[in-house]
């Protein structure tokens, strides 16, 4: 999800604000030399414990977020007094806590009531807001340098906490939470209320949801004290230990300026044609991709540079914002730079992230694929001139001039190929796109200032992301201590009557309802601890091997929580679309689903049996032998790819004629048996639709 930036005057807050942000990107980039320079021995906790690095980044999150927030707009909507209304909740609990033993000096709820103050009073008052930004960030000090002074002492105190752990834990969830309402919504902060209410009053809940009430000192000590079962747990080391590395890749290359000869290589790659649109398109969201893992972000450049292709093909403008949005969200799934979510799957499986990378590949190929079928039947049947771009060289020299800009992207597979650190590879790739950039002497930029912003801009561009990741693992600990994930599995194991399909189904449907209103991220934090142990488990049952299992259902659950940000009503990538083209984001929204229907298919079909999981290769590849392994996962790719194509025209009315309805429904159909993992359906539902591209056959007549 991406943060707006809006224009800031050169004011002393706004130069103190850029140099926070730059700060932040050079301490991240500086724990990636630590361990080779002097400092390395005088054992710096900050710069040593991973526990206070990622107590600094969170820091450096909140100073930045708060201090750019500043400059943002004040609202109050519908969602702003619901998310009020649940801090008074845990405020409640810590003013007067209802656990025997346990009371809090005047001076340390005097302090929490402050931290709440700054935090939700501006969502009702946002004339509050300019100054409770400020304070906010004053504020966010106090918790870090306490950890930092207390961290050893803290750890032994986790389940009993002093009265001022609890001060500084209720503050920090406050300021995090209040950072996440501005940069993000309601929704995601209401989301953490939600649970950590619900350990408040387990209860009070009826049947299987009953549960044990948790004190509020054991809340706050857990979420603080604890080294990784707190705030500060594994998920949000994803993102000191990742994200920050990539964004600031991201906002390096869009500083550099790098972004339109990517795009440039892209248009020299499909030349001239009706469909060219919709294929640089297609092109340019994949190669972005492989830079930014920001499917919003992804989706405004890439729209900003095809709008006057599709203007100038005459592309219908619902259709042509329905096309990029859809290929915009391909950056979250794309190889080497990916969404947060394929950062936590690595973090919660213990698996190498070059594993997630080829496992994440043919869903990308085959996305990719869905929305190029359709552009091609699409601009055929609307008969659209063909059009091109002016490069000022020939295609051929253009391509062989640039393509040196993908070194970097090399450089990152290489390095994890071996066994290189993953912030080590990003790190290296960054100072290689600049050496690229400086030494090329028409990319070549008049100074150094470009470096800087983009070490601004890269952090910047993580704020929104850092602290949804921040608030997801706030999530995922009140869970842990409710013990909440284990009901819900068995529940849905109940609904679905160990049926895996069902189970499947229930949890698409479920992800993509949640993916509404919450960030990927926290989409797929709830759904894999909610969901995952019942999927594995039925799974196995029906005779999936156990890594296999596990595999497909993570990256089941990882597919599908992307998809939650190019499906209506709340779809981030349509609004970003149809920002630029001008168009209603709900209906691009809806043209953004039909666009590549496929999409929604190929991810279900990863779990329904063994040789479905051959869609991502690692699954087949480590519990079979190579020539089995390898027939699988060909037959599984021509099988859906064909499958695609098939959809795609019946969404598009048109193979190489017009489509009667009948028709389109009917290879619509013969594309879902395709889908299925089960080879004498799939040929013959490939026979069967072969008849349908041939012309003049039975279809309508008629002109295009």
Known sequence: MELEHPKTPSTPLARLTHWILILGALYSLYLVLHPFTPLAKAEIPILDIVQLQRST?????????????????????????????????????????????????????????????????????????????????????????????????????????????????????????????????????VLVLFFFSYNLYADLFPGAFRGSRQGIDLLLGKTFNETEAGIYGLITGVSAKYLVYFTLLSGMIGALGLGKVVANLALALVGKHPATPGRVTGLASVFMGMFSGSGAADTQFVAALT?????????????????????????????????????????????????????????????????????????????????????????????????TLFLPILLIVAMLYMGYEVRTAASLALLFFILLTYLDPTLRPKNLAPIFQGLSEGFRTLLPIGTAVTAANLIFAMMVISGLPSKFSQLLQQVSG?????????????????????PPTATYVLTSALTAPAIIALAKQNGIPDSAAILATHMFLFYYAVLADVTPPVALSAYASASVFGTNPLVTGVYAARVALAKYLVGFFFLLSYSGTALLIVPVLENSPPGAAWG????????????????????????????ARWEAWALGILAVFLFAPYGPLNLAAFLLGLPFFRKGLTGARGKP
């Open 57 to 189: 980044h969170v820091l450096f999150l909140l100073l930045g977020g708060y201090l750019v927030s500043f400059y943002l707009p004040r609202k109050r909507t519908l969602g702003a007094w619901v998310y009020f209304a649940f801090t008074l909740i845990p405020l409640y609990n810590f003013l007067f806590p209802s656990v025997p033993g346990v009371t809090l000096p005047w001076e340390a709820k005097a302090v929490g009531l402050l931290y709440w103050a700054v935090a939700a009073l501006p969502a009702i008052f946002p004339r509050l807001k300019p100054p409770a930004d400020l304070l906010a960030a004053l504020l966010a000090l106090f918790p870090t340098l306490y950890q930092l002074r207390f961290f050893e002492e803290l750890v032994y105190r986790a389940v009993l906490p002093e009265p001022w752990d609890m001060a500084m834990s209720f503050g920090l969830i406050m300021l995090v939470l209040g950072l996440v309402y501005r940069l993000l919504g309601p929704v995601m902060p």
């Open 307 to 403: 709008k006057p292709l599709y203007e100038r093909a005459n592309y219908d403008r619902l259709v042509a914002a329905g096309l990029v949005a859809t290929a915009g969200t391909i950056a979250l799934i794309t190889p080497p730079v990916m969404g947060s979510i394929a950062f936590i799957m690595v973090e919660i499986l213990q698996i190498p992230y070059l594993k997630v990378i080829i496992m994440a590949l043919g869903p990308a190929l085959l996305y990719l694929t869905a929305v190029l079928a359709f552009n091609e039947f699409y601009s055929r049947k609307a008969g659209l001139p063909p059009v091109g771009a002016e490069l000022g060289m020939s295609r051929r020299a253009y391509i062989l001039r640039y393509s």
């Open 498 to 518: 160990e049926s895996l399909l069902l189970a499947t189904l229930i949890t698409a449907i479920f992800s993509l309802i949640l993916g509404m209103g919450v």
């Open 632 to 659: 699988m996962i060909l037959e599984r790719f021509f099988s859906v790819a064909i499958g695609i194509v098939y959809l795609s025209a019946s969404a598009a009315g048109y193979t190489r004629r017009p489509l």
